[in-house]
């Protein structure tokens, strides 16, 4: 294949950029499609008409028409006049969040690319524009940061309201005040509720730099890690679900990473399984590493 071409999955009908022929995924439902190679045209002999027959006793080779890239077939033209394949269009579908639009208040922006991620999410992330660093790290850093600031008021909340619950679950050596204990988990709690920004913008970067070394290790071909950051950043939209108590955490936090493989799949143009493990692999490395020092 000379160059991309456009096809349209039979499953969900949206329109996919491909460089290959054969098996292969859809990008944004993950539906398999076989993408046919159009055969060759034939030629007329010189004479201007077709031979009947090759040999005695052999069928005449069909002339098959080359199928269009997309799942139409094109239509016959006269008899014994090879069939052209018709140009597809090559439209590239490039979608802006609202929070980079300017013209309206910071909360509308902010809610309105909520609404845009999660009511059409391959969609937006197949389309997103990949564009701005600043912007995208602006409102994942939004999200990131009341992660962490909802989270730790919660457990202080916990802490506060029964101490002695909290001691059950944690193995206190033999001799150790519980009191000191209970003083030093506020004091950690308090920590981050002060410093949630920085924990907030530390976790944004950490995940997208652990992301794109698995995008790297399993994409065929990658657009780089500025797509990465910005179906990172946008991709932490579940994250508002923090706000709920205990179990908007739980509900926040898997559908944060399930977004993202979605958001990594749809951006880097890769499977979804690929995807899954690029989100999983390095993330799981990285913790039982810190689990083993610490």
């Given amino acids: ?89 090559q439209v590239k579908l490039e979608i802006l969040p609202a929070w980079e639009v300017p013209g309206k208040s910071l909360i509308t922006r902010f809610f309105a690319t909520l609404r845009q991620i999660l009511s ?20 994942g850093w939004i999200l990131c940061t009341l992660a962490v600031f909802f989270s730790a008021l919660y457990s202080l909340w916990s802490l506060n309201r029964d101490p002695q619950a909290i001691l059950n679950n944690l193995q206190i050596p033999a001799g150790t005040n519980p009191q ?13 509720l002060y410093t949630s920004p920085l924990l907030g913008l530390f976790n944004l970067f950490v995940s997208a730099l652990l992301y794109h070394l698995g995008v790297w290790l399993l994409a065929r071909k990658h657009r780089g890690f500025l797509a990465t950051f910005r179906a990172t950043a946008y991709g932490c939209a579940p994250l508002i679900l923090f706000v709920i108590p205990f179990i908007g955490l739980l509900i926040g936090l898997l559908g944060t990473i399930a977004l993202h493989v979605l958001a990594l ?17 390095p993330s799981l490395a990285l913790f039982l590493s810190l689990a083993a020092l610490f």
């Avoid at 000191?180 to 981050?192: E, F, P």
């Fill in 1 to 89: 294949m000379d160059r991309p071409v456009l096809v349209r999955c039979a499953s969900c009908g949206r329109n996919f950029e491909t460089e290959r022929y054969g098996k292969q995924t859809c990008p944004i439902c993950g539906a398999a499609i076989e993408l046919e190679a159009p055969e060759g045209n034939v030629e007329p002999e010189p004479g201007g008409s077709q031979p009947s027959s090759q040999s005695e006793g052999e069928p005449e080779p069909e002339v098959v028409p080359a199928p269009v890239p997309g799942g139409s077939q094109p239509s016959s033209q006269s008899e014994g006049v090879p069939e052209t394949v018709p140009e597809v269009p």
């Fill in 180 to 192: 000191q204990i209970i003083d030093a988990l506020r004091s950690q709690l308090l920590l981050g």
């Fill in 265 to 281: 799949s749809a951006v880097h143009r890769m499977p979804p399984l690929r995807a899954a493990v690029a989100v999983i692999l």
């Fill in 120 to 139: 059409a999410p391959s969609l937006m992330f197949y389309g997103l524009k990949i564009n701005n660093f600043g912007r995208a790290l602006s409102f």
